[in-house]
């Protein structure tokens, strides 16, 4: 495709790499035609680029599968996820997931976007629930407003909560910021 037709969040192949277009700008430079000014932000490492493309220049549009998968169980540094559909089952490494594995827990739903058949991308539900198993008691007479603790979950986690919170409860997680929403 033509680097005018490229939209916001579609995923394209530049010097044999995958990059989502975060952001473009048509910019008209004072001496010579106009380009669009792109932020890509790159699927292997997440880093983000400013490039410069002219509207007349091919830029190579891939297309991505995304597929709902379960997560079963963690044998040391693998993670096995099986397809809800085909029941197939794949064994990724701690490196998909990066920080992820700590949200984690049998039978949570994430989809796996892939590549050509290569899984390059895990993106989990937006809050988990997890269930607390240590955290110190709550302090009796501290009024004092906005005084978190921390709570260590069942998959290790370790997650500032309000001081209610007791040992055995389950609390939801925000996936993406590692934080503490409500109590279920």
């Known amino acids: ?15 044999g790499k995958l990059y989502a ?3 473009y700008q048509h910019v008209k430079l ?5 380009v669009f000014q792109t932020k890509i932000k790159s699927l292997a490492d997440g ?17 991505l599968d995304k597929i709902t998968y379960e997560y079963l169980y963690s044998s040391g540094s693998e993670h096995v996820l099986m ?13 998909a997931f990066g920080d992820g594995q700590k949200y984690l827990k049998p039978n949570t739903q994430l989809q ?27 302090i009796k007479g501290a009024t004092a407003t906005n005084q978190n603790k ?18 055995g409860e389950i609390i939801r997680v925000d996936t993406r910021t590692g934080e503490y929403v409500t109590r279920v």
């Open 112 to 138: 796996v976007t892939m590549y050509e058949g290569k899984p390059i991308l895990v993106t989990l539900p937006n809050t988990v629930d997890l269930e607390v198993t240590d955290t110190p008691p709550e």
């Open 21 to 23: 277009i975060v952001d």
């Open 150 to 167: 921390p709570a260590t979950m069942e998959t290790g986690l370790i997650v500032q909560v309000p001081p209610f919170i007791k040992v």
């Open 83 to 95: 397809d809800i559909k085909t029941y197939e089952q794949i064994s990724l490494d701690d490196d």
């Open 47 to 63: 880093t983000i680029q400013n490039v410069r493309l002219r509207s007349e220049e091919i830029v190579e549009e891939a297309y």
């Open 30 to 34: 004072g001496k010579g035609g106009a």
């Open 1 to 15: 495709m033509r680097a005018s037709e490229m939209k916001k969040g579609q995923t394209v192949k530049i010097d």
